[in-house]
């Protein structure tokens, strides 16, 4: 039942906006008085609008879909619980809300009436569930060698979050006009990030729009580095990740639409996103995306949608491209591509990782607790070393260990690590059966899914890949990649 105001209600609505209009004029009152910042409660009036326009609405779950959609690459939330380990645990350190959980609410409310009170107890539940749902497990029993339970807690509070999220895509994107919905939305964030990033690389600042600034000079403890650009999805490393998801996905969608206009905006918008990435100075960001790009054109030229005439205009234009992006960043760019300086201390991370996974093959150190165990002399018998600590802002923090799989492996075992493997392979298995439906809308979704779980997985193998926002996007592509199959069927 949708709650909307009949007609008979208009003679009312003064009264509404005098009990609206009080409610902020005493929130105001009470922010200032008790000195709170006065951002907070522009946020407030921000989800109360949000919250008002979803119960008002007579299209409620599509414009649930949309917001949660649009909201997630924008890193606007409150910190609502934290642990004293800030910056260092290779996971969440806290528990926060996020401008993207005002609509996820909406949708969880959606669907929990549908199924409870119109008495539907059908839903779909994607074959990835099952190791998604023994994964979430296996990192709870990995708490008893944990030294620092209350980070494998709210890691593991994160993970059951991102179960929700898997089953509200699936079930309540349910059509072919929600899943043009939703990745138009992707793509409009896309174009949105493209220009935040822009701006910070001239700013040369990195700021969110909770109202901080802070330069994104990341560096190790004897040399500063390039100024880096990042967006509202996170820093550098965090937001290349998030171009690694989407230009894959917005070059799938490219070779599958016939409209021109479209065609011209998503080749825009491409070249947008390269450039973007580029300006994060994230190497493995350019070697994931590249790896994406190769696997997309073999797959675009084994439907034919590619001749040689394409691929040559290709070379050319990647030339081109190439040569302006060096005459433009120059010297800065040549130098951060050969630096061989993050090597060693990437090297000792990964040395520490297999000590803790010699020492405890089964459950390993405990989820989310790499960065507290690995002082431990048994881990690193010769001590972390400076390289293998991160300066920003003044502090130091160790830095874990930039390689997923092996963070997975140490944290909670090799049972936990082919859990993993295991989860990823039943998503690739469901983004390459859409590449066989005869439809291209299908084969085009499928093409982008495949390059982007192509570019993550590489990605994994050079980062920790464990961001609040990143871990949220991916899991919305898994689950789009099953609700687009599941419609396939249907069609």
């Known amino acids: 039942m949708r709650l909307s105001l009949s007609d008979s209600d208009i003679r009312y609505y003064p009264y509404y906006l005098m009990i609206i209009s009080g409610g902020c004029l005493t929130g105001f009152i009470t922010c200032l008085a008790a000195g709170m910042e006065l951002k907070w409660f522009i946020a407030y009036l921000i989800g109360i609008l949000i919250v008002i326009t979803l119960a008002l ?13 649009l909201f997630i690459p924008f890193f606007i939330g409150k910190r609502i619980f934290s642990s004293e380990y800030l910056m260092i645990t290779g996971g969440p350190s806290s528990i926060g809300l996020f ?81 043009i919905l939703v990745f138009s939305l992707l793509i ?15 700013l040369k600042i990195w700021y969110t729009f909770g109202g901080h600034i802070e330069e994104t000079l990341f560096q190790t403890a004897t040399e500063k580095e390039v100024f880096r650009a990042g967006g509202a999805f996170g820093p550098h490393n965090v937001q290349s990740a998030y171009y690694v998801l989407l230009i894959p996905l917005a070059i799938g969608l490219f070779f599958g639409t016939r409209n021109r206009n479209l065609k011209f905006v998503l080749f825009l918008l491409i070249l947008g996103g ?45 030339i081109t491209v190439g040569g302006l992006i060096i005459a433009i960043l120059g010297k800065d760019f040549i130098d951060r591509v050969t630096s061989f300086k993050a090597i060693e201390p990437r090297w000792e991370g990964a040395k520490i990782a297999l000590n803790m996974l010699k020492s405890h093959p089964f459950v390993g150190v405990g989820l989310n607790n790499f960065a507290i165990a690995m002082g431990d002399g048994n881990y690193s018998p010769e001590g972390i070393s400076s390289l293998q600590q991160t300066y920003f802002q003044g502090q130091y923090f160790a830095t874990v260990v930039h390689n997923k799989y092996l ?12 859990i993993f493997l295991w989860t990823l392979y039943i ?24 390059g982007a779980l192509v570019g993550a997985s590489i990605q994994m ?7 609040d926002l990143l871990i949220t996007l991916f899991w919305v592509f898994v689950g789009l990649t099953f609700a687009s199959y599941k419609i396939s069927l249907g069609e």
């Open 99 to 179: 401008l993207y959980d005002i609509p996820l609410t909406f949708l969880l409310v959606l669907f929990v009436k549908e199924r409870v009170l119109r008495r539907n107890s059908s839903f779909y539940i994607p074959k990835v569930f099952l190791p998604f749902f023994l994964y979430i497990i296996w990192s709870g029993v990995s708490i008893i060698n944990s030294i620092e339970p209350l980070l494998t807690l709210i890691e593991l509070i994160w993970l059951c979050k991102m179960a929700i999220v898997l089953i509200l895509v699936v079930n309540l994107v349910k059509t072919r006009n929600d899943l």
């Open 57 to 69: 609405s007579s299209q409620q779950r599509r414009l649930a879909l949309g917001l949660f959609t």
């Open 427 to 450: 998503v690739y298995s469901y983004a390459f059966k859409l590449l066989a439906n005869q439809k291209t809308f299908y084969w085009a979704i499928g093409t982008g899914m495949v």
């Open 461 to 467: 193998l050079f980062d920790i890949y464990n961001a």
């Open 188 to 202: 409009v964030g896309l174009f949105i990030q493209e220009i935040i990033t822009f701006s910070q690389a001239y």
């Open 274 to 318: 390269l450039y973007s990435l580029i300006l994060t100075y994230s190497r493995n960001g350019y070697l994931s995306v590249a790896s994406a790009i190769v696997v997309i054109v073999f797959l675009a030229w084994r439907r034919n949608v590619l001749n040689w005439k394409h691929l040559m205009v290709g070379v050319w234009l990647l």
């Open 407 to 418: 963070l997975v492996a140490s944290e909670i075992g090799m049972m936990g690590l082919g």
